[in-house]
């Protein structure tokens, strides 16, 4: 059986998708990050108050993307996620 992932760590997942992707939309994010549609907005509420991502209208679709600060989390997390798994531990 396969274990649940984190809280963290899907956040860790959807922001990554956002900031690998140039036109980041919902269902990119949904499909990729295999999250349901609540537990997504949950997030982005969260991601969008610390100002790690930014969300645009175009043509009514919603566009991700990360912002400065969003890239120096992920660079962070990235460093924090070598350390754990240096030492046998799970972010």
């Not at 059986?1 to 919902?26: G, N, Y």
């Not at 969300?55 to 890239?71: E, F």
């Amino acid at each position: 059986m396969k274990k649940k992932r984190s809280k963290s760590r899907v956040v860790f997942d959807v922001l990554s998708i956002i900031a690998q992707e140039d036109k980041c939309t919902v269902s990119i994010i949904l499909r990729r990050a295999n999250v349901s549609y609540s537990v997504f907005k949950e997030i982005e509420e969260n991601l969008k108050k610390k100002n790690l991502i930014e969300v645009k209208t175009n043509g009514g679709k919603s566009i991700y993307k990360i912002t400065k600060d969003g890239k120096e989390f992920l660079k962070e997390w990235r460093k924090f996620k070598r350390l754990m798994e240096l030492y046998g531990l799970e972010p």
